[in-house]
Each structure stands twice: as C-alpha cells, then as structure tokens.
C-alpha cells in the first residue's frame, strides 16, 4: 500500500525536482523502514554504507518518468523495490550537494499523505572531516542489523518534520543572517573560512573558582522538609572573583583562536554578561571566539512565581545573536523532599546553520530528557553546545554517544557542580567534547586512565586541559599545496 501510494505521489508531480523527489522518498523510508533495502543488501554482499547510488550522471536522473517506469517493476518484490529507491534517494542526495537547492531551505514540502517537510543541509564538517581521514568510527550503516537513521545513504541532507508535536517547535536560523553587526553574513563567512581551513576548536571553561550564590546555603535544613523546596540560582556573592576569570577565559579563547567558548549553566549574572560582552568589542581586531555561549543565572519573573533559565550565544563582537530557554525543570529527591527549578520552560528547538555545523543550544537535560529524544533524532543539528550544572554527567553522555552513532552529532558540554568536590567525584562531573565513538574521540576535562589512553589514538585531535579549563582542537586533511 505505500509503496503505490509512493508511485502515485511520484507520478502526481507535475514539475519533479531533486527536492521534491528526495522528501517523497525519504518519507517513504521514515515509514516503511530499511529492513526491505538492506535485507536484499545483504543477499548481495553489498554494504550499506558502499551503496551504489542510482545511475551515474546527471541526465540519466532528470528523466523522471524513465525512473518510474523501472521502479514499477519492482512492485511484485518489495524488496527490490526498495533497493531500488534507496538507491534513487542516495543519488538524489549528491544530485543536491552539486546543485545546493538553497531555495528549498525554507519552502515546505509534501511528503506522504499530509506530512510537510524542509530540506535541510546536513553541514556536518566534523563528521566529514574524521571520514575523510579513513579514521575508524563505526558510523551507523556498519552497526549489527538495521541502520537506525538513514544518514548512510544520505550524507550530504535530510528532510525535516515541519510539526513537531509534544508541544515542542523547531526553528532553522542561518546565523550569517541574524540580527545585528553579523547580519551581513560575515560571521557565515569566518565559520566557512574555518571550514575551509579544516580547524574546529572548542575552549570549555566550567570555573576553578566555586560560585557562591546570595541566599544559597548547602548546609542549612531545606525549609520544606517533606515538600517541594524551589532553588533560584539568581545572584552570585563573589561576582568580581568569578567576572575576573571569566574574562581570563575570553582571552584565552582568543588567543587559542577558539571557533567555540562554552561555560556551564547558571554560572553568570547580568554584570559579567555585559562584562565578558564589553571584553569582546574591546578587541576590534579579533574574530574569536567566533561564538561563545554562556550559562546565565536565574531571571525572576516580577509578575511569575517562575524563572528563567537561559543560554545566550554571542558573536565574536559581543553580539547577541540568540536565546535558549530551559526546555524542562530540573527537580531531585533528598529524603522526603524536592528541590528544584521553577521554571516558565521554553518549547522552542533552534538549529543554527553554519558552513561548519549546525548548532544546536541546548541545556543540561535538555539533551537527554525523554521529550527532547524524537526531537533531537529528526532535526538537522550536528553541534550540541550545552552549558550544564549537574553532580554527574553520565546521563549526559548515553545520548552524546548515541547521538554519534546514529546521526554523527558533536556534544560540546560544559558542566560544573555547587561545591567544590574531590577528584573521583569531579571525573564523574566531568565536562567533555564527544568529537566521535568513545573509543576514538570523548575528550572528559577530568579523564580517567583509560580514557587518556584513547586519546592517543586520536591524532587529528590535540587535547590541553589545567584545572581552569578543557582545550579540543580537530583538524582536518591538510589542504593541498597549490604547484
């Protein structure tokens, strides 16, 4: 039945293009799975990911109803037919890298029935950039059974859901085009040219210096003993200690030439915002960091019981280029207790496309809550940047990892905790950059034995951590030489 329903939407086009033919398709598979494709692949000995994609050259492709004629063939076998149209989509997906349809970034599509979707770039440099050197990384079409996504097939786009649900909104942004001085596309432009130079640096600073927060006393009796106890993390006592490493940091970034400056949720009140913006219009001279993100402090609402939790991204002159809100309330048990965010949450996902990844902000369990799961699986985002503040990060890290290996996702998280800890327990809370399978490429800034063993077999990636901070560089094939 979907397959017909298929070759009538295909036979219903009255002007097919890459875009279009590439939504039905991709639709089709969203729903009838790759079982069919890749059981008959395996009948053949034909790796998922060497699959030859449908025809060789442009021409062959815009003769659309010669397609359809040979895909009708296929009906009485489903699952040749399916080779057959995974094959098609795989060439759609280079027909579309050559002809960068940038038109269909924000026109919505027809998939299956009542279904719209966008087009969407991958972008997915890092990825690109660890593939290229023939590095081991077990991307998702080599994994036991069926490939979870359809990223084997597809690696240059994808169609995205223009509906969500569970409440959730989705947003593509290109951030060459967001407001303000970088509005121009210059921003676009560094972050290409950083592309171009195969170089992706990221500098996370969770803060040596503890943060104390005005009203927040660890050790006092919670006033509620038996029922919910509210937290807001809204003003730090010593803002001048804290201000003072913080523009430590942004000098640091600079000199190191960061593309990335992250620091840990709550950990910045509106002075040492304004400050660390002021230190970056100081330098006129300097582009980086292209982007830094910081973890800001509870806003009480004058008019709410509620608060706010955000996450601002500057541009490399201070900028604000854009807002995350907390999506969820992080609430715990002590005893017969709560404690906990009360939040107005935000329910918007936005994806910041970029020549070098498509950024997506996120905060602490943002990335791991189970609303944000089908969310995070069909959007286009490859870059997680998220500011945390948690006593453990290995809830954390479950999705970084899966998020690689199903859709090749970079996680950029910087976490710190309320009180100063020992070493087993700050490995635990540990900040890290998931550039790849863990056993390749998780860089922790408190890494155990063996996870320093890993890192020698990463040698596109250069690591320098000191107590203040984690430094991750990749680089990529050098360019060649001209003659």
């Given at each position: 039945?979907?397959r017909?329903?298929?070759l009538?939407?295909?036979d219903?086009?009255?002007?097919p293009?890459?875009?279009?033919?590439?939504v039905l398709?991709?639709?089709?598979?969203?729903?009838?799975?790759?079982?069919?494709?890749?059981?008959?692949?395996?009948?053949?000995?034909?790796p998922?990911?060497k699959?030859?994609?449908?025809?060789?050259?442009r021409?062959y492709l815009?003769?659309?109803?010669?397609?359809?004629?040979?895909?009708?063939?296929f009906?009485?076998?489903?699952?040749?037919f399916?080779?057959?149209?995974?094959?098609?989509?795989?060439h759609?997906?280079?027909?579309?890298k050559?002809?960068?349809?940038?038109?269909?970034?924000?026109?919505?599509?027809d998939?299956?029935?009542?279904?719209?979707f966008?087009?969407?770039?991958r972008?997915?440099?890092?990825?690109?950039s660890?593939?290229?050197?023939?590095?081991?990384?077990?991307p998702?079409?080599?994994?036991q059974g069926?490939?979870?996504?359809l990223?084997?097939y597809?690696?240059?786009?994808?169609?995205?859901?223009?509906k969500?649900g569970?409440?959730?909104?989705?947003?593509s942004?290109t951030?060459?085009?967001?407001?303000?001085?970088?509005?121009?596309?210059?921003?676009?432009?560094?972050l290409?040219?950083?592309?171009?130079?195969?170089?992706?640096?990221?500098?996370?600073?969770?803060?040596?210096t503890?943060?104390?927060y005005?009203?927040?006393d660890?050790k006092?009796?919670?006033?509620?003993?038996?029922?919910?106890?509210?937290?807001?993390?809204?003003?730090?006592e010593?803002?001048?200690?804290?201000?003072?490493?913080?523009?430590?940091?942004?000098?640091e970034?600079?000199?190191?030439?960061?593309?990335?400056l992250?620091?840990?949720e709550?950990?910045?009140?509106?002075?040492?915002?304004a400050?660390?913006?002021?230190?970056?219009?100081?330098?006129t001279?300097?582009r980086?960091?292209?982007?830094?993100?910081?973890g800001?402090?509870?806003?009480?609402?004058?008019a709410?019981?509620g608060?706010?939790?955000?996450?601002?991204?500057l541009?490399?002159?201070?900028?604000e280029?854009h807002?995350?809100?907390?999506?969820?309330?992080?609430?715990?048990?002590?005893?017969e207790?709560?404690?906990?965010?009360?939040?107005?949450?935000?329910?918007?996902?936005t994806?910041?496309?970029?020549p070098?990844?498509?950024?997506v902000?996120?905060i602490?369990?943002?990335c791991?809550?189970?609303?944000?799961?089908?969310?995070?699986?069909?959007?286009?985002?490859?870059?997680?940047?998220?500011p945390?503040l948690?006593?453990?990060?290995?809830?954390?890290?479950?999705?970084?990892?899966?998020?690689?290996?199903?859709?090749?996702v970079?996680?950029?998280?910087?976490?710190?905790?309320?009180?100063?800890?020992?070493?087993?327990?700050q490995?635990?809370?540990?900040s890290f950059?998931?550039?790849?399978?863990?056993?390749?490429?998780?860089?922790?800034?408190?890494?155990?034995?063996?996870a320093?063993?890993r890192?020698?077999?990463?040698?596109?990636?250069?690591v320098?951590?000191t107590?203040?901070?984690l430094?991750?560089?990749?680089?990529g094939?050098?360019?060649?030489?001209?003659?």
């Amino acid at each position: 039945m979907l397959r017909r329903l298929l070759l009538k939407q295909l036979d219903q086009l009255t002007r097919p293009t890459p875009a279009t033919l590439f939504v039905l398709l991709w639709d089709f598979f969203q729903q009838a799975g790759l079982n069919g494709a890749e059981n008959r692949l395996r009948e053949v000995g034909e790796p998922p990911a060497k699959l030859v994609p449908l025809g060789e050259d442009r021409p062959y492709l815009a003769n659309t109803p010669k397609v359809l004629t040979q895909i009708e063939q296929f009906l009485p076998t489903p699952k040749q037919f399916d080779l057959f149209a995974l094959r098609w989509l795989k060439h759609l997906d280079l027909d579309l890298k050559i002809s960068s349809p940038s038109r269909s970034a924000h026109a919505k599509i027809d998939g299956l029935g009542a279904t719209t979707f966008w087009l969407k770039a991958r972008n997915n440099w890092i990825a690109d950039s660890i593939v290229a050197q023939g590095s081991q990384i077990d991307p998702p079409g080599e994994l036991q059974g069926d490939s979870p996504t359809l990223l084997p097939y597809c690696r240059n786009f994808m169609a995205v859901p223009t509906k969500l649900g569970r409440g959730r909104e989705l947003k593509s942004l290109t951030l060459g085009h967001l407001p303000g001085k970088w509005q121009s596309g210059e921003l676009e432009s560094l972050l290409g040219q950083a592309a171009n130079e195969q170089r992706f640096t990221a500098l996370l600073w969770p803060f040596s210096t503890p943060i104390s927060y005005v009203g927040i006393d660890l050790k006092a009796p919670l006033p509620n003993p038996s029922g919910f106890n509210p937290v807001r993390l809204a003003e730090i006592e010593n803002e001048q200690e804290i201000l003072r490493e913080a523009v430590g940091a942004v000098a640091e970034a600079r000199q190191r030439k960061a593309t990335v400056l992250l620091f840990p949720e709550l950990s910045l009140s509106p002075t040492i915002v304004a400050s660390i913006q002021e230190e970056l219009r100081r330098e006129t001279n300097s582009r980086w960091p292209l982007l830094t993100m910081l973890g800001c402090c509870h806003r009480p609402q004058p008019a709410q019981e509620g608060d706010i939790n955000e996450a601002l991204l500057l541009g490399p002159n201070g900028d604000e280029l854009h807002r995350h809100r907390k999506l969820s309330n992080f609430k715990t048990n002590l005893g017969e207790a709560e404690i906990g965010e009360r939040l107005e949450v935000g329910h918007v996902v936005t994806v910041l496309e970029s020549p070098i990844g498509n950024f997506v902000p996120l905060i602490c369990l943002d990335c791991f809550q189970d609303t944000m799961k089908p969310v995070l699986e069909v959007c286009h985002g490859n870059i997680h940047l998220v500011p945390s503040l948690s006593e453990t990060t290995s809830a954390h890290r479950e999705p970084a990892l899966a998020g690689w290996r199903q859709r090749l996702v970079t996680t950029l998280l910087c976490n710190r905790w309320l009180e100063t800890s020992s070493e087993e327990k700050q490995r635990k809370q540990t900040s890290f950059v998931q550039l790849g399978d863990p056993s390749l490429r998780r860089f922790d800034h408190w890494p155990d034995d063996l996870a320093r063993e890993r890192e020698r077999n990463a040698p596109q990636c250069r690591v320098e951590r000191t107590s203040d901070y984690l430094f991750v560089e990749l680089v990529g094939r050098p360019p060649t030489a001209e003659p």
